[in-house]
């Protein structure tokens, strides 16, 4: 980033610590605030099992569509033969699954209750479901003794909320994988080059942005002669929160309405139903006049992918984290295409807002009751924060032999300290050509980053759009937290029970009417959805919702 960024980003890392100050959270108790800080001592974290132990798991972000080099495969790659040769653990695969293929998978491996011994819940539903069955290894002792004091630090601080979300009745049942604001704000990456294409300016406004996704459906902006393109980027799960929150319609999150209770932020009160009625006429519209691909309802996220890197759309609602994914193979595919964030917009005259929770699961790492070697898990994390997050251990070598093979790990974690230390480090040396201050890290980053200013060299194009400039995804997160655009979830305690029983069902009938509506049925299906969603669950949700609340909204 250019001149005085990095003082941008120290406004940002200063206002999201304000923010979190006020949000709604139980206090830690004692226990796992030591438990989180202490250091592992008198123990020899990195053990080798002798003899050989197998531990059985299940690969939950395994696109068996990578392909790994040398031949290695899911089953056979760096990370399981380092497991073997540092730790003697044999790790079994019972099956690997991304996507939908996934959630399926995940889904009726619990209801089975067949478990495999370490594996990961996609979310507090499943662990809770888990929990209260009695499925679920306590692993408060083995986290106290086997986490390295990497691995503890990055529950330390206002983070040690991460463990509580996985604690019941004193006892932790899962390490949390989680990510920092930062890296899930909504925003909206759009096709510059073919703006450029199209003489048309970066939209500012909603109204705009709108105007962009039908040119870019019906003006041929990639310039092939074809009628092959279309606007917004949709799959059969929906569209990302950056869309419903022009709206002021906030998905999965819990706000105040007028009264000063809990509503949910879709649909929860008439406010909110209103805000997503207009949203989904909108999207209705945009069915109608091909900026939505035809059959959107139909695809998964992997075929929505493919058709980003096939340059097929050119506008996706999602977070700041998107130049490293599908777009970043757009990008590598195709020399011309190029891709921008843009700050959220308002389909009225009132502020832009995102929505935002301060606990951002990816999933809950757990072991199944009665596994004889709970401690495995710790190995195998603690060996992922040595060679992918730890800057006192990482060495190149891990850069090149585990960093750029990342995806073939079962299991991650994201330290929250690093991304704002990373952009503030990266854009001091920028600024002052100072490289002292960089990790080894930090310092292949910046490296990237000038490859791509200075030589157009696209391998460091992610690392550019997500740190350079005010212009990048961080510098548009600075602008976020400089105006007040959060909104943040205001329910922070477990799933409540009707939640666990009667969600699902909410769940399935939202999406089946969402579809409905955008493809062409009446928006009455909607009115029809917001009377039925207190008798299918709403009410009694809200209600326990709502009785957490008052209970806990001074604990700050």
């Known amino acids: 980033m250019k001149n005085k960024i990095w003082k941008l980003i120290m406004v940002l890392f200063l206002g999201l610590a304000v923010l979190n100050g006020v949000l709604e959270w139980q206090k830690p108790s004692a226990q796992y605030a030591f438990a989180a800080n202490q250091k592992t001592a008198g123990i020899d974290v990195n053990t080798k099992y002798n003899p050989e132990i197998t531990v059985e798991m299940v690969h939950q972000n395994g696109d068996e569509t990578v ?16 497991y073997k040769e540092r730790f003697g653990i044999h790790v079994k695969y019972r099956w690997i699954a991304s996507g939908d293929d996934e959630d399926q998978k995940t889904k009726l491996m619990i209801a089975s209750g067949d478990l495999p011994d370490i594996f990961m819940c996609d979310n507090l539903s499943e662990f809770e479901q888990l929990v209260k069955a009695g499925k679920l290894e306590d692993l408060t002792a083995c986290f106290n003794k086997y986490a390295s004091g990497y691995t503890k630090s990055i529950y330390s601080g206002e983070n040690i909320r991460e463990l509580k979300a996985a604690t019941r009745n004193g006892k932790l049942y ?11 704000i909504p925003m909206v990456w759009i096709r510059a080059d073919w703006l450029k294409n199209l003489n048309l300016s970066v939209p500012r406004t909603a109204a705009e942005l709108f105007k962009v996704a039908e040119a870019f459906a019906k003006n041929d902006p990639d310039k092939d002669g074809k009628d092959d393109t279309y606007g917004i980027a949709m799959d059969n799960k929906g569209i990302a929160s950056s869309y419903w929150n022009i709206f002021h319609s906030y998905p999965e ?14 649909y929860g009160s008439t406010a909110q139903s209103a805000a997503t009625k207009a949203a989904l006429l909108q999207l209705q519209k945009f069915y109608q006049e091909g900026v939505l691909r035809k ?15 096939a340059g097929r759309c050119g506008i996706l609602f999602g977070t700041a984290s998107r130049p490293y994914f599908a777009i970043h193979d757009n990008v590598i595919k195709d020399p011309k295409a190029d891709w921008i964030p843009i ?17 951002n699961l990816y999933g809950l790492y757990v072991v199944r009751k009665g596994f004889k070697h709970p401690e495995a898990l710790l190995k195998m994390l603690n060996f992922f924060n040595e060679v992918y997050n730890d800057p006192k251990t990482m060495t190149q070598r891990d850069i090149d032999t585990f960093v750029v093979s990342f995806k073939a790990t079962p299991m991650r974690l994201y330290d929250p300290k690093t991304a704002f230390n990373d952009c503030d480090n990266i854009n001091k040396a920028i600024q002052t050509g ?12 910046y490296n990237n980053i000038r490859a791509f200013v200075d030589k157009e060299d696209k391998t460091g194009w992610s690392d550019a759009k997500y740190y350079y400039g005010n212009g990048s995804a961080m510098g548009i997160a600075e602008k976020y937290s400089r105006n007040g655009y959060y909104v943040n979830d205001l329910y922070a305690g477990p799933p409540t029970l009707s939640f666990i029983n009667k969600q699902p069902l909410i769940t399935k009938r939202w999406e089946q009417v969402m579809m409905e509506v955008i493809t062409g049925s009446s ?8 009377k039925e969603y207190k008798t299918l669950g709403g009410e009694a949700i809200a209600k326990e919702v709502n009785a957490w609340y008052s209970q806990n909204q001074n604990q700050q």
């Open 434 to 445: 100072n490289l002292s201050v960089l990790t080894l890290n930090q310092k292949n980053t």
């Open 343 to 359: 700050a959220q917009t308002s389909i009225d005259n009132k502020l832009p807002r995102v929505s935002t929770s301060p606990l």
């Open 295 to 309: 059959d959107f309802a139909t695809m998964d996220n992997t075929q929505q992918n493919e058709d980003i890197i």
């Open 174 to 184: 899962a390490v949390t994988w989680f990510n920092t604001y930062n890296a899930i």
């Open 253 to 266: 999150i819990w706000i105040k309405d007028f009264s000063g209770k809990l509503t949910y932020g879709m």
């Open 67 to 82: 392909k790994f080099e040398n031949g290695d495969t899911f089953q056979n790659n760096v990370y399981t033969r380092a």
């Open 523 to 530: 928006i009455k299906e909607f009115d029809d959805f917001v």
